[in-house]
């Protein structure tokens, strides 16, 4: 057997004024050799699959592998040129199985579905018979091409996504035994008419999730899969879609679908967003006698295409003369070089935030002391080591600020401790995420509020402007079947 | 005869709040091979040193050459590693003549006086009778200690600063004089009790620096230098001072300064800074009957270590909704890598200055065409260009703006057109530069003016808040000699 793998992947929020190219992908990771390297949240896949074949003897060709960060669409010659390379590479070395690692909600421009667009050229040149695997993040949109041309696709299960590296596995499995001729697999998705944030460490998702692995492996089911859809992006098939592999058999395939759409419809009221604003979470800290409470900044996640800088959270905590909380992650190279340039102990002028875009909320102006300062930093998701380059931690008279160098959400308190900041003494952590936080701070908090703030992705799926899709769909309709 | 030379240069403005560090030199200059690479203004110099030198058949060693763009205070362990280098490669190889090109306003952490004491310090290694020659900035503090340890200093006498080689050759003569025992150099200063801009394309700067070269080599008197002063920069001898150097005769010295500066204080009303501020400065150049109209946005300019990125100029321009407008430079790097990803003929939305401190103004959302991008610019002036970096041009609806990520002052029209930018399509090109950018723009501008901005360089020289300068100076009182 010879397998072919590659990575290609960005989350595209089609709102956010960030554009994605050729420096967007430099700054993430473009690599020829991405097995030889650390792995990180796309390329671990990758790292499994080459280890798995390589123990059944088989052939493995290494193609491109390109992530970046989420933002705006993907430049069109930027995108085609690195379709076009894995591609090139699938012709010449003509795989018996291709297995791939993207994200599922990559847009660019003249493209709405770049997973689809590369399914479907693949299959072309491999012909009917062989095995393409894809394994997706679940913010994608689950596209009628994706299903066409892929043999089998896989979800990750969680979100936080700590389980990258085991659906990977699970996938290669499947693929393996799909090529050795012992399995027809056959996929069948199903529309839930819903879009929500689903947090996949609490109920009543976490019971859904078990669900999904119970399902796996009994009745000829292969694989079942949630797509949660990712919902800031402007495309026609924005949304929850449940998604299931049997062997050879569609109509159970359709069925169990159906079965596990009706379920997470049954839960809905469950995965209903009614989270605090900002005003409603620090009345919670500020009636606190617990220390370390965790409030998430959802808006102004970057790992959604928002720029992590946004001011709203910090405005409120300086008009409410709030002491002894961490605020991270603000992302402004020109601002770490400032800081390094001044040197640790410092005291600075800064002008912090406001500065990409409308939805960072305005500039605000802080007399700070640069408080450590520390390069290389790394943050672990799930398994994955996540890049965030120069790290500086920022004190303005008690209000704790982390700055960096690389556009990052905040996936861990070791951000702060890593500064030196002693997390214990802080009323709360406040990180810059929507739900990736979750794993590595609700170890070390007592209480984690997730915050509706203002930004790039405001969590309230009812308000944004979609042109693509019909807004027949739960929340903004509380009934999208009658 | 064994020469040594060196550059260390950094113009401090002790009011900006971005600090000088490693980082800030390695972005403009850090050589220990400077006249091996490309002459820049502080480092040219350097190469007509070595070329005199070595036409007499003298020794040349040469030391480091750094340089930072202007901005605040330049750390202590920063400015002691530079120095401490340069004075070991004077210990190290005990020179006749040291040659010092630097620009006589540093002020660093525990420092206000870098120049000082550089020399103070190379003059005690090479005793009383070795020669240490100093060209520098006319905007520098001239001081007590830059006096006792120093042969020779001589300022540029233009602003713009053209005549940056020319007063090198000027030095050289000097220092060849003095080192073969023709002359005896004395120097003695005035102080003029004033703080202004001193133009000299005005007519009565005009005379007074033909003046000053008309009187060299007269009579005895062997150099005469304007220091204009560097009014951002807060320390106890802040101002304007005439220096001159006579051959033995310390009395000639300090009559033909004092003579000198009595006359720039005679002048004083029409050297007074009277610019209009922005509305006024734009109603003119609305009713202007020929174009391009050159405003200078003065505070704004990188040269005296503002951010290059206040908005004033254009929140008024599109208040006014004026069109064939030009401008630059506004200093985003991370905009300016936004606009790489995006590619020329890029629609963007962009979030424009505003972003370093309350002197930038508030930032400026904007629809914009990107226009063009050019790596690796320069611009000319005088007879070195300048380094640039990346120039991306922006147009918002007939608003065309600069954009660069290397932090510099608008010098030349060369910028534009390097960007196939037309100005004679233009009505009105603003300009963020005190003054250097008249020697480049003069020429294609049908009427130019400065205009008193607000930002980190006000031209209310009475209202600068100094701490260490005894408010005894014109124009913060009338007759600072009572």
Known sequence: ?482 | MKLLIAALSNETNTFSPIPVGRSAFAASLITRTPTSVPAEPFTIPLHIWRQGAEAKGWDVAESLAARAQPAGMVSRQIYEEFRDEILADVARERPDILMLSMHGAMVADGYDDCEGDLMARARAILGATAIISLEIDPHCHLTPQMLDAATLIVCFKEYPHTDIPERAHDLFALTVDAAEGRTLPVMRDFDCRMISMYPTQSPIMRSFVDDMITTEGQGGILSLSLVHGFPYGDTAVTGTRMLAIADGDAKLAAQTAQAFGMRLWDNREALRITWPDIPAALDRAQQAKAYPVVLADTADNAGGGAPSDSTFVLQEILARGLKDVAMAVFWDPVLVTMCLDAGVGAHMRVRLGGKRSEASGDAIDLEVIVRAICEDMTQDFGVVPSPFGTGVWLEADGVHLVVNDSRTQCLHPSLFTDLGLDLAQMKIVVVKSSNHFYAGFAPIASEVIHMASPGTLTADFAAIPYAKRDPAYWPRVENPYA
């Not at chain 1, 970046?68 to 430049?75: D, E, L, S």
């Open chain 1, 1 to 482: 057997m010879k397998l072919l793998i590659a990575c290609l992947a960005t989350e595209t929020n089609t709102f956010s004024p960030m554009p994605t190219g050729r420096l967007a992908f430099e700054a993430g990771m473009v690599a020829r050799d991405a097995t030889q390297q650390p792995a990180m949240l796309l390329s671990a896949p990758l790292h499994e699959w080459r280890r798995m074949a390589e123990e059944r003897g088989w052939e493995v060709v290494e193609s491109l592998t390109a992530a970046a960060q989420p933002a705006g669409r993907t430049i069109r010659a930027v995108y085609e040129a690195f379709r076009d390379e894995i591609l090139a590479d699938v012709k010449t070395h003509q795989p018996d199985v291709l297995l791939l690692s993207m994200h599922g909600a990559m847009a660019a421009d003249g493209y709405d579905d770049c997973e689809g667009d590369m399914m479907q050229r693949a299959r072309a040149i491999m012909g009917p018979d062989k095995v393409i695997g894809l394994e997706l993040d679940p913010h994608n949109h689950l596209t009628r091409t994706m299903l066409d041309n892929a043999t089998l696709i896989i979800n990750y299960k969680e979100y936080p996504h700590v389980d990258a590296p085991e659906r990977a596995r699970e996938l290669f499995i499947m693929a393996a035994d799909a090529a050795e001729g012992k399995t027809k697999p056959v996929m069948r998705a199903h529309d839930c008419r819903m879009l929500t944030i689903i947090e996949t460490m609490k109920e009543p998702a976490m019971s859904y999730v078990q669900a999904m692995k119970d399902a796996e492996g009994k009745d000829g089911v292969l694989s079942v899969s949630l797509t949660h859809g990712f919902p800031w992006a402007d495309v026609a098939d924005v949304g929850a879609k449940t998604l299931v592999i049997t062997d050879a058999n569609p109509d159970k395939a359709a069925s169990v679908a159906k079965d596990f759409a009706d379920k997470l419809w049954d839960i809905r009221d469950g995965l209903r967003m009614d989270y605090p604003d900002i005003s409603g979470a620090l009345d919670v800290v500020q009636a606190s006698n617990e220390r370390t409470l965790t409030l998430a900044d959802m808006g102004d996640n970057a790992g959604g295409g928002a720029p992590a800088d946004s001011t709203f959270m910090l405005r409120a905590l300086l008009d409410r003369g709030i002491k002894d909380v961490a605020h991270g992650i603000f992302w402004d190279p020109v601002l770490v070089t400032m800081c390094q340039d001044a040197g640790v102990g410092a005291r600075m002028q800064v002008r912090l935030g406001g500065k990409i875009c409308a939805e960072s909320g305005e500039a605000v102006d802080l007399e700070v002391t640069v408080r450590a300062i520390r390069e290389g930093m790394t943050q672990m998701m799930g398994a994955s080591e996540m890049p965030m380059g120069t790290g500086v931690w920022l004190d303005a008279d008690g209000v704790h600020l982390v700055v960096s160098s690389l556009r990052t959400q905040n996936f861990s308190p070791s951000v702060y401790t890593d500064l030196g900041m002693d997390i214990t003494q802080m009323r709360a952590l406040i990180p810059k995420s929507t739900n990736h936080f979750y794993q590595n701070f609700a170890k070390i908090s007592p209480k984690v509020i997730h915050v509706k703030t203002p930004g790039t992705v405001t969590p309230d799926m009812t308000i944004i402007p979609y042109t693509k899709r019909d807004g027949n769909f739960w929340p903004k309709v509380e009934n999208p079947f009658t």
